[in-house]
Each structure stands twice: as structure tokens, then as C-alpha cells.
């Protein structure tokens, strides 16, 4: 076993979904675009709920793809929150694939996203802890 097999998932699970055929790529993998969408999202609620409201995506800091991601594959994207600022808050997030019905679990992709908190104007207001 690996060691990235051996590791457990970081943060608490924020969602889970079904990776499908339409969502692959010329190769017949899961479309990469597709993982760090449903990462975003993630981290989205992620950030909302320790933001107080609504925030939006003004980075993706770093993004690694440590394995592919199959179609059948339940894909769980676990996120923490890493650092708080006035207005932006920093969340790692860990996509695992759930494989075959052996429920083979692998870390397929993580990155850290930064959210802006904004207000009903779409301008950055403070975050409230």
C-alpha cells in the first residue's frame, strides 16, 4: 500500500458524488476541470459556513492530481478551513475516490482555495467568526 493509500481523509466530509461518463476527458478519465469544480464547491460550503454568508473563489492557491478518477468512482471532497483573514478564508481540500464496490478508497487530488466574503453588493466585507 502507498503511503497516500495508508493516510486518512483531512476535514470533514463536505460532499460526495458520482463521477459519470459525460464528465470525462479524450482519455476516458474523469476531466480535471470536472474534480476542481466539484473541489470549488466544496470548499464553498465550506467557507460559507465559517464565513457567515455568501463568499466567492479568488484562488486556487495550489492544486495537485495524484491519481486519476474512473468513471463509477464516488468522488468525497473533504475540507478544512487553514487561515482566516478580515475578509478571506483559506480551506485544503481532499477529493478521495470510493472504487468498486470493495469500497477501495484513494486520494485522488487536494489543493488550497481562498474566499473572498462578500455582501449583497458583491464587495468584500469582513468575515464573521
Given amino acids: 500500500m502507498s503511503e497516500t493509500e495508508a493516510e486518512e481523509p ?3 466530509l463536505v460532499i ?3 463521477a459519470m461518463p459525460a464528465d470525462t476527458n479524450p482519455a476516458g478519465d474523469i476531466f480535471g476541470g470536472w474534480l476542481l469544480a466539484q473541489m470549488d464547491i466544496a470548499g464553498g460550503v465550506l467557507a460559507r459556513d465559517k464565513g457567515s454568508g455568501r463568499v466567492a473563489t479568488i484562488a486556487v492557491n495550489s492544486m495537485v492530481f ?3 478518477v474512473f468513471v463509477g468512482d464516488v468522488v468525497c471532497c473533504y475540507a478544512e478551513v487553514v487561515k482566516i483573514g478580515n475578509t478571506s478564508i483559506t480551506v485544503h481540500i481532499q477529493a478521495w475516490a470510493l472504487r468498486d464496490a470493495a469500497g477501495e478508497r484513494v486520494k485522488v487530488t487536494e489543493g488550497d482555495f ?3 466574503a462578500i455582501d449583497d453588493n ?3 466585507r469582513p468575515v464573521v467568526r
Avoid: A, M, S
Wanted: aromatic share 6%.
Fill in 66 to 68: 495524484h491519481k486519476p
Fill in 10 to 12: 483531512r476535514g470533514q
Fill in 16 to 18: 460526495r458524488t458520482l
Fill in 114 to 116: 481562498t474566499y473572498v
Fill in 122 to 124: 458583491r464587495q468584500p
